[in-house]
């Protein structure tokens, strides 16, 4: 079954600093790519996905990632980070179309 | 164009009592999942409901079922309610088979459960 692993429960950076959110995935088959945010006590929001177009998704908010199969990657990054930016982010995988599986989730502070 | 709506926003409830939650989908979207993210849990799969039947349901107790209506809306109700159901209840939807976007879930604001 395929499952995602996200690198670091907490990350921090400084605002303006390079955001990298590390996700790996495990599939037999070539998977969907999925990056969600989640701000305190809402749902989440789909940031950007990957479904086997171009291996560079480019999402909302500034986010882009890159899929790539030889490291079993997709990680998030942003080039500077806002206070805004402030989130739980999730990644996801999906190779049924109704089978997703998420990481534990990645906790992003923004310091000024 | 609505997205996922859900009710009611907050729910308390006591241990033994029984909790029903509502999702809308967005409109033209035929499946809807349920999922739990307890504290330190993650989002842990509940159930997918599409066109009107149960497709696959998570490692969850029977005490966790739901339904889907003719309109695609759906509820899950918890009987015998613990104290560690206490989470946030998210509800995602996506389109049907044909719409090319099949893959992706939408979800809404979830339902914060607590149970005293």
């Known amino acids: 079954a395929q499952s995602v692993t996200q690198l670091g429960s907490h990350v921090s950076v400084s605002e303006g600093a390079l955001v990298l959110l590390r996700c790996n995935y495990s599939?037999?088959?070539?998977?969907?790519l999925f990056w969600y945010v989640q701000y305190p006590n809402q749902g989440l929001q789909l940031l950007l996905k990957?479904?086997?177009?171009?291996?560079l998704v480019k999402g909302i908010n500034g986010f882009e990632a890159e899929f790539k199969k030889s490291e079993t990657s997709f990680h998030l990054t942003k080039p500077s980070a806002h206070m805004s930016d402030a989130a739980e982010y999730f990644c996801a995988v999906s190779v049924n179309n109704n089978d997703m599986r998420f990481g534990a989730g990645t906790r992003l502070t923004v310091k000024p | 164009e609505a997205g996922v709506t859900q009710s009611p926003t907050h729910l308390i409830k006591t241990r033994g009592q029984q909790a029903t939650l509502r999702c809308s989908p967005i409109s033209g979207h035929t499946s809807v999942y349920w999922y739990q993210q307890a504290l330190g849990l993650g989002l842990q799969f509940l159930l997918w409901y599409d066109e009107g039947e149960e497709r696959n349901r998570g490692n969850f107790p029977p005490r966790f079922s739901g339904r889907q209506f003719p309109n695609y809306s759906s509820e899950l109700n918890v009987n015998a309610l613990e104290l560690e159901d206490s989470a946030l209840y998210l509800c995602?939807?996506?389109?049907?088979?044909?719409?090319?976007?099949?893959?992706?879930?939408?979800f809404g604001p979830g339902t914060r459960l607590l149970v005293l």
């Open positions: 995602a939807s996506s389109p049907n088979l044909t719409s090319g976007d099949q893959e992706t879930q939408y």
């Open positions: 990957y479904t086997s177009a171009a291996t």
């Open positions: 599939s037999s088959v070539p998977p969907y």
